[in-house]
């Protein structure tokens, strides 16, 4: 395909052009329905001129709805948006971008969606939406999906809608509940997952850190127990990967343990782990839930993470860690294959 692109470029530039014009404008109004043209302008990062002449065409083309209320797509705008995802990624760079970050991370596959999720939340429902194809043709029945928190994993619960070939899933927080908002907690994403998937769930009510007497007392309990064999027996791992500075302040760390974390030059941080650029271990955080050496009885591991500000921690974990599947935007691609 990419030969065809690159002939097409030479004899057709425009046409190119303006399928990409059209392209991100279906993709936009997909996104932010009912839109304005002023609002459509600015998210599809386009000139006003440009939105009007395009609106018109694909009004004309019944691919889109215009009302006093904004914009919407048409079921056939969908259609056509589906159809050319594929072809644009290869136009747009995309493509590349996964197969560079495939070499450079020795990871099976990477999905690079468009934009910076670091500036616009958007970019992590893309995301999302790449985690629901990723599950809807990999989960099985009855099986069970361990998430982690965090905004990322917020924004998958979302776009979560039941398996067309899956059914009866278990949703189980990954680890015990870090000091954030509750709708970035892994309990309540697990809930919210489950709701939309038409799945069960299950919660784990610890907080994460824990002293050492309160993580040896609740390991002996029962109810413990039985939610951490679930958690470590899950088929699939979603998960995110922090900035290791950023965590630790999260997780409300006394002063000893940033300065650790600064003088062992800590970059990142997954399952309660902080890792330096080399991808090794520089602390770990005593919580109950999966474990670092877990991961290597998993089926399947999906890590999402984006934004040019997690670069170097995306790079840092994968020095070390394991995934079959990195889901990523095209700001972190970049900031990953330029540093």
């Given at each position: 395909m990419q030969s065809l692109i690159d002939l097409q470029k030479k004899i057709f530039p425009d046409l190119l052009e303006v399928?990409?014009?059209?392209?991100?404008?279906?993709?936009?109004?997909?996104?932010?329905?009912?839109?304005?043209?002023?609002?459509?302008?600015?998210?599809?990062?386009?000139?006003?001129?440009?939105?009007?002449?395009?609106?018109?065409?694909?009004?004309?083309?019944?691919?889109?709805?215009?009302?006093?209320?904004?914009?919407?797509?048409?079921?056939?705008?969908?259609?056509?948006?589906?159809?050319?995802?594929?072809?644009?990624?290869?136009?747009?760079?995309?493509?590349?971008?996964?197969?560079?970050?495939?070499?450079?991370?020795?990871?099976?596959?990477?999905?690079?969606?468009?934009?910076?999720?670091?500036?616009?939340?958007?970019?992590?429902?893309?995301?999302?939406?790449?985690?629901?194809?990723?599950?809807?043709?990999?989960?099985?029945?009855?099986?069970?999906?361990?998430?982690?928190?965090?905004?990322?994993?917020?924004?998958?619960?979302?776009?979560?809608?039941?398996?067309?070939?899956?059914?009866?899933?278990?949703?189980?927080?990954?680890?015990?509940?870090?000091?954030?908002?509750?709708?970035?907690?892994?309990?309540?994403?697990?809930?919210?997952?489950?709701k939309r998937a038409d799945g069960d769930y299950r919660m784990l009510y610890v907080p994460d850190p824990l002293s050492e007497q309160s993580y040896q007392t609740m390991l002996k309990e029962p109810s413990i127990q039985e939610i951490t064999e679930l958690i470590r027996s899950a088929d699939i791992i979603l998960h995110g990967i922090g900035d290791a500075l950023t965590m630790a302040n999260r997780r409300k760390s006394n002063d000893d343990l940033i300065n650790q974390l600064e003088t062992n030059r800590a970059v990142s941080e997954a399952f309660g782990y902080y890792f330096n650029r080399q991808g090794d271990v520089v602390h770990k955080v005593r919580t109950i839930g999966i474990q670092l050496e877990d991961l290597k009885a998993v089926n399947k591991v999906v890590a999402i993470a984006g934004g040019d500000s997690k670069a170097q921690a995306i790079t840092s974990y994968f020095n070390q860690g394991k995934a079959d599947l990195l889901i990523t935007d095209e700001a972190a691609a970049e900031a990953i294959i330029n540093g």
């Open positions: 399928m990409k014009h059209r392209y991100a404008i279906l993709q936009t109004i997909n996104l932010f329905q009912p839109i304005g043209r002023r609002s459509l302008s600015e998210r599809a990062k386009l000139t006003e001129r440009t939105v009007r002449g395009e609106v018109e065409f694909l009004q004309k083309h019944q691919m889109i709805d215009v009302s006093g209320k904004g914009m919407h797509i048409t079921e056939e705008g969908k259609g056509i948006l589906d159809q050319l995802a594929l072809f644009m990624r290869d136009i747009t760079g995309l493509s590349v971008l996964e197969t560079q970050l495939q070499d450079k991370l020795t990871i099976e596959k990477v999905t690079v969606v468009r934009g910076n999720s670091d500036k616009d939340d958007w970019v992590k429902q893309e995301m999302g939406k790449e985690v629901m194809k990723y599950l809807q043709s990999h989960v099985a029945n009855k099986q069970t999906i361990a998430v982690t928190g965090g905004s990322t994993m917020a924004a998958i619960a979302h776009v979560m809608s039941p398996f067309k070939n899956a059914g009866n899933c278990l949703f189980v927080p990954a680890r015990g509940g870090v000091g954030e908002k509750v709708e970035s907690q892994a309990n309540t994403i697990v809930a919210e997952m489950a």
